[in-house]
């Protein structure tokens, strides 16, 4: 008998798994075993990281190739990106029973730096973009299939827009250093995501549920999560650092966030394109940092305009929805700025100049530590229809 598909992707999975476990184990105890073993009376020696642990704390899943990838990125401009993301949901009881469900995509993308590619620093400005994603698109993969949860409070956020999708492909245009404020005016426009382009707000992805993560309760009214992509452009203006003003113009059409729709709809609803409609957006706010640490916070207002045929609550057909909403992001706390280790040319115990000696410092050179509390707030509002 021949194994089907479906056994093989399971068994995939668990080696996947699997491989993972390892790398943990060997990581958070391999590493520190070997170091222990170091006599106490002997003299500090620099510990060249194992290869696993740089892999383990590098930046990039597939490393730097040799140095060809930082090299692509500086000498043409060329910068690739991606993940994968995985996530097993258990389910207790419900009115379909209990089970295990395990939900997964990949995503990938590029960038391209014009100014680099040419070696011409007046389009360093200019960068063309696109990005892709496969999301599992079986029954099995979505819990809230089982839960019978409504799609804007889903689990999961990802069982939308699943197979392979196009969800971003098109250019960006920076100021650059031509303005006081750098970047003070940035113009995009192609095939965007108006949900990465409006109310950006990172640690909301820390979270899987469909409400928190991506419709912020703008996806109860409109399309309006990382699914919908759509033909459009976008203008942000800074006249400060800390300010800015953006707007933005979109194709809306229907059945945008549909597993069939798997990008560049150059038609929007082919079936009958006299439905396409239009969609803006408009949002401004200010970013500060607030003390010595550096708090990063932001505070934003914005509404949107999505033009299509709707049904009212009441039972009334209309045309057109609209909404406003308020963002108030703020990091309350930051950790102290990591230690590190610099060369110090001082005295050894000897009275000789200590080539090899470490002295601890502050590391007020480096970036500021990511780590610390922080709270993200959404309200939006809509007209009671």
């Not at 520190?32 to 590098?58: K, Y």
């Not at 930082?70 to 993940?83: M, P, R």
């Not at 100021?175 to 640690?203: A, H, N, T, Y």
């Not at 930051?334 to 080539?355: D, F, N, Y």
Request: charged share 15%; proline share 5%.
């Amino acid at each position: 008998m021949k194994p089907s598909i479906s056994s093989i992707k399971r068994c995939v999975q668990k080696f996947g798994l699997l491989l993972v476990f390892a790398a943990q184990f060997l990581f958070f105890f391999g590493v520190p075993f070997a170091v222990a073993g170091q006599p106490s009376n002997a003299q500090p020696e620099e510990v060249t990281a194992s290869p696993l642990a740089s892999w383990w704390g590098g930046k990039t899943l597939t490393g730097n190739w040799g140095g060809f990838r930082d090299a692509l990125q500086e000498n043409a401009g060329l910068s690739f990106s991606g993940k994968y993301y995985g996530a097993f949901f258990g389910v207790v009881d419900s009115q379909n029973g209990s089970r295990g469900i395990w939900d997964q995509g990949v995503e990938f993308g590029a960038e391209q730096n014009i100014g680099r590619l040419m070696k011409m620093d007046g389009l360093k400005g200019v960068t063309l973009f696109g990005n892709f994603r496969y999301r599992d698109s079986q029954r099995s993969a979505d819990p809230g299939t089982f839960v019978s949860s409504n799609s804007m409070f889903d689990p999961t956020n990802w069982y939308s827009g699943t197979q392979f999708r196009v969800t971003s492909l098109g250019v960006e245009i920076g100021s650059g250093d031509w303005m006081q404020v750098k970047d003070g005016v940035v113009l995009r426009g192609g095939w965007l995501q108006p949900q990465r382009e409006f109310i950006d707000q990172p640690l909301s992805k820390l979270f899987l549920n469909n409400a928190v993560n991506s419709a912020k309760g703008v996806g109860g009214n409109i399309p309006f999560s990382s699914s919908f992509t759509t033909w459009g452009g976008t203008l942000k203006i800074k006249p400060k650092d800390w300010c800015y003003a953006k707007g933005g113009l979109f194709m809306a059409y229907p059945q945008a966030t549909s597993s069939d729709n798997h990008g560049l709809a150059f038609q929007g609803f082919a079936p009958d394109v006299s439905l396409n409609g239009l969609m803006a957006m408009v949002e401004t706010g200010v970013t500060p940092k607030i003390g010595p640490s550096q708090l990063e916070g932001k505070y934003a207002v914005g509404g949107y305009y999505w033009g299509q045929n709707r049904q009212s609550y009441n039972g009334t057909n209309g045309y057109g929805q609209q909404g406003v909403y308020i963002q108030g992001d703020q990091m309350l706390y930051r950790e102290t700025a990591p230690m590190q280790e610099i060369s110090a040319k001082s005295p050894s115990v000897s009275g000789g100049e200590g080539k090899g000696l470490k002295a601890v410092v502050p590391s007020f050179a480096q970036p500021l530590s990511k780590q610390g509390l922080s709270a993200f707030n959404l309200v939006s509002l809509a007209p009671a229809y």
